[in-house]
């Protein structure tokens, strides 16, 4: 009833692009606090971008600046990450989380809801 959905992962060469969306079902995003969450083979799971809500502020780990875009479409009830400049070390599932009570964006057990992932990798 209360679902978020990954989608737009692929195999992309460094230096690329790609826009990973995360739509939500059961309960209105631009009420929540969403994040971006990142996690690779034998790594924990790590904070790469969040936005507050009801326009509030964006957020990016100092890996991602300058790179990465975090962005709304409330009329889809969905959250965008934008990546640009690809690198080999993005490689990684990437999960959504929203949070309804807690604003410590970084720290991954502030979020309520968690979605499936989607993996991208980025590669030559």
């Known amino acids: 009833q209360l679902q978020l959905v990954e989608s737009g992962g692929g195999l992309v060469q460094p230096g690329g692009s790609l826009r990973l969306s995360c739509a939500a079902s059961?309960?209105?995003?631009?009420?929540?606090?969403v994040g971006w969450f990142r996690q690779a083979p034998g790594k924990e799971r790590e904070f790469v971008a969040a936005?507050?809500?009801?326009?509030?502020?964006?957020y990016y780990a100092d890996s991602v600046k300058g790179r990465f875009t975090i962005s709304r479409d409330n009329a889809k009830n969905t959250v965008f990450l934008q990546m640009n400049s690809l690198k080999p070390e993005d490689t990684a599932v990437y999960y959504c989380?929203?949070?309804?009570?807690?604003?410590?964006?970084?720290?991954?057990?502030?979020?309520?809801?968690w979605g499936q992932g989607t993996q991208v990798t980025v590669s030559s």
């Open positions: 059961g309960f209105t995003l631009d009420y929540y606090n």
């Open positions: 936005t507050m809500r009801s326009g509030g502020s964006t």
């Open positions: 989380a929203a949070d309804l009570d807690y604003n410590d964006y970084r720290n991954r057990y502030a979020y309520d809801y």
